[in-house]
């Protein structure tokens, strides 16, 4: 069972946690939580190690920021014995959590649960915090923002145990819901589709973690903190596709409005020019999203549009300043008032038209499209980000979502 900030933002949220793992307990599982740091926590050690120096050293800044989660578990294990439920907390280091040395964004590599297991003997529970662990060199580590869903992943994975992600919403949507008042809630959803989901924008589950439970096919549930302990709802259920009876054709809208554009004019048309672009920005880490280069009409010059995380882009627009002896062009360009809508549906791979009813939905309601990309299971599109709300309702109207 794992809970986010704002299941535990204060003492009487601890208390319904500890409410919801006793009955839980009650029913004789067993169980290991982890838990985040209390809502804006994380926020408040980021901005005092910025306070205090303007580059922190690595390895100081995850003791400083991986202490919020240190409270939660001590409180939430303090709860737990107030309620009669037998508990005891697990630091990172502790049990251990063993990751990569990379300060800020290790990878879990090993779960050792022995101490969990042991303490199941004696129908104990253990409390983990998340987003830390413990580096080859025997100093802590944290996994990167949003790590504490990755956290319970690979402590799942380690007991081939469900995963039960507990949030402030009551699982997982077609869209948006504050977006589009009629989305509709889904029982079950693909590894697939949920991965393709929180890179493209959906904010319920990290990325990392939903990756961590396809590989190991740990079941993700997401289910609402806030619900009555006595009466816990369903939720949603994310697991394998071969799991789903029915395949919808497009299960959900996603869309980010944190996305910016580049476009490069007059760039050279000749081999290995596109690798010196993105090897300027990988060599920057910098992810790059969708691409579209022009066909040259001359044979010589061709346009290169793609975009990057909006957070990105000065450090994009910088490297590729750098690069400019080896990256030739006429003029760059860069925007970041665009958005990226997506369909995502496992049931594209057997049916025709997704795209063009895509295309026409967006056509008859005016929206211009910019950029498109697909996979298997995806089409995207990058539009003016004013027109983001108006996109997502016409898509969720033109495929069915709500009556689906």
């Known amino acids: 069972m794992k809970f986010g ?23 004789g599982k067993e169980i290991a939580v982890v838990v985040s740091a209390m ?44 309620l009669g439920v037998p508990a005891r907390s697990w630091a990172g280091w502790q049990l251990p959590i063993r990751t990569s040395p990379d300060h800020a964004k290790a990878r879990i590599t090993d779960v050792d649960t022995a101490g969990i297991e042991d303490g199941w003997a004696s129908r104990q529970v253990a409390v983990i915090p998340g987003f830390q662990g413990l ?26 145990a469900q995963c039960d992600i507990y949030t402030d919403v009551d699982g997982v949507y077609t869209t948006d819901p504050r977006m589009v008042p009629g989305a509709r809630k889904l029982e079950r ?12 924008g959906t904010k319920v589950l990290q990325t990392r973690s939903v990756e961590l439970a396809m590989v190991h096919g740990v079941p993700l549930r997401v289910v609402l903190s806030f619900a009555d302990p006595a009466r816990p709802e369903p939720g949603t259920l994310v697991c394998s ?19 910016a554009k580049i476009t490069l004019l007059g760039v050279a048309d000749e081999p290995g020019v596109a690798s010196r672009i993105f090897g300027a920005l990988a060599d920057a880490n910098i992810n790059v999203d969708m691409i579209v280069q022009n066909i040259s009409e001359d044979g010589q010059v061709t346009d ?14 910088e490297a590729l300043e750098k690069g400019k002896n080896s990256v030739k062009c006429r003029k760059l360009l860069s925007e970041t008032g665009v958005a990226k809508v997506s369909v995502i549906g496992i049931g594209m791979r ?27 299971i995806k089409v995207s599109v990058l539009i003016d980000s004013k027109e983001t709300e108006r996109a997502v309702r016409a898509l969720h109207d033109a495929y069915g979502l709500e009556t689906a």
């Open 350 to 376: 057997s049916h025709a038209g997704v795209a063009r009813t895509m295309f026409e939905a967006l056509g008859k309601a005016g929206i211009n499209i910019q950029v498109i990309s697909t996979s298997e």
């Open 189 to 200: 959803i693909a590894y697939e589709e949920m991965l393709e989901l929180a890179s493209q």
């Open 304 to 317: 290169l549009t793609f975009t990057v995380g909006k957070a990105d882009l000065e450090s994009a627009v």
């Open 241 to 259: 596709e071969d799991e789903i009876v029915e395949k919808q054709v497009v299960t959900g809208i996603a869309y980010s409005r944190d996305e």
């Open 135 to 160: 580096g080859p060199d025997g100093r802590l580590t944290t996994l990167g923002r949003g790590g504490s869903d990755t956290s319970a992943v690979g402590i799942a994975a380690a007991l081939d």
């Open 5 to 27: 900030g704002t299941s535990v933002a204060d003492i009487d949220c601890i208390r319904n946690v500890a409410a919801h793992i006793k009955r839980e307990w009650d029913a």
């Open 39 to 82: 809502a804006g926590e994380t926020n408040r050690l980021v901005a005092l190690t910025a306070e205090n120096v303007v580059r922190p050293d690595p390895a100081e800044y995850d003791a400083v920021v991986a202490a919020g989660e240190q409270v939660s578990m001590g409180l939430l294990a303090m709860a737990l014995q107030a």
